[in-house]
């Protein structure tokens, strides 16, 4: 027989297991983001003029994916806003696709690239990369700094002095590898000199014709021949010609030289030759002829060169500090 105290009892006990069942069913938060999201490079420094990209925000465990907002961007020194000169779009060339040693012609060159208006700086929205434009070289040099606001599937973030950004000078070109080796008519036996041996320069010269002009000295500052067969590309092996593919190789009794597409974004337009995949990106080899050098050896001329500011004549002087010419 069922007491009402039993009754009161199995009552206290049902309404006692559904508060712990629907304690048990209340919603958990969903994903998770974090108070410490950041750049790795910071600051981080933009040449003018040279397209340039950051690593993404630092997500911290936070929930993928995030999604980035860019707030304001200021001058540091001063804190006034600098939306004016890093945020106001203008007309840069792009690749509209990517291009490759197969555009070997200027027509097949124009097709991947296009004229578009951008501005010099923007945050990517989806993971906050830092992304400039050629039309940095229009920016100021200076430092700034931005604030963001960074989302996703658990709530929104905003970054105060998330990163500062420098803006630098101009940098038309630059020099990578070097290699530099003496060798038999064959290639098979070879020697080593020091690189410091083989230094090499270049020279802008920004209202001349749009041409790369590579010129060979010995140690006392004659020029080698390419016309009369003193310099070479080694076989089997890229030289700029490969590279640059856009206009007829002219040799002459000082220099090998290349014209070039004028205003594209920089050069070389492609990372990889395809009859050379194995080479870094702008390797070049060219021999001086053992023929004309005073040991009888080949001089082996190994070199990497990019260029940003891609108007005007370079001049890429290579010396050879342990060697004479014999014409």
């Not at 929930?63 to 945020?87: C, E, M």
């Not at 990163?163 to 038999?184: M, R």
């Not at 001329?301 to 290579?318: D, L, M, V």
Request: hydrophobic share 35%; aromatic share 12%.
């Amino acid at each position: 027989m069922v007491t009402i105290k039993n009754f009161l009892i199995a009552l206290l006990i049902c309404c006692g297991a559904t508060i712990v069942l629907l304690a048990g069913c209340s919603k958990t938060p969903v994903g998770f983001i974090s108070n410490n999201m950041y750049y790795s490079l910071n600051p981080f420094t933009v040449n003018q003029g040279i397209t340039t990209v950051s690593n993404g925000l630092v997500a911290d465990g936070s929930t993928t994916p995030i999604s980035v907002k860019l707030l304001s961007v200021r001058d540091l020194a001063t804190g006034k806003d600098a939306s004016g000169v890093l945020l106001k779009k203008d007309t840069v060339t792009v690749y509209k696709s990517a291009i490759s040693s197969d555009d070997s012609t200027l027509a097949l060159l124009n097709l991947k690239l296009k004229d578009s208006l951008l501005a010099p700086f923007s945050v990517n929205p989806v993971g906050g990369r830092l992304q400039f434009t050629q039309g940095t070289s229009k920016v100021p040099i200076s430092s700034y700094i931005i604030d963001v606001q960074a989302s996703n599937i658990r709530g929104t973030k905003t970054l105060k002095n998330a990163c500062v950004i420098n803006i630098v000078p101009e940098t038309a070109d630059s020099l990578g590898y070097t290699a530099y080796s003496h060798s038999d008519n064959k290639f098979i036996n070879f020697v080593f000199p020091p690189v410091s041996y083989m230094p090499i320069t270049i020279t802008h010269i920004a209202n001349g014709p749009n041409k790369f002009i590579f010129v060979w000295k010995d140690k006392n500052g004659k020029t080698f021949n390419p016309a009369n067969g003193e310099v070479y590309g080694r076989p089997a092996r890229p030289i700029w010609k490969d590279w640059d593919p856009y206009y007829p190789e002219m040799k002459t009794d000082t220099s090998i030289e290349y014209g070039y597409p004028g205003g594209v974004p920089q050069f070389p337009v492609f990372q990889v030759v395809n009859a050379y995949s194995w080479a870094g990106y702008a390797l070049s080899y060219y021999t001086v002829s053992g023929a004309h050098t005073n040991d009888g050896l080949n001089a082996n001329t190994t070199f990497t060169t990019y260029f940003y500011e891609t108007t005007g004549t370079y001049i890429i002087t290579i010396s050879m500090l342990d060697v004479t010419r014999v014409p």
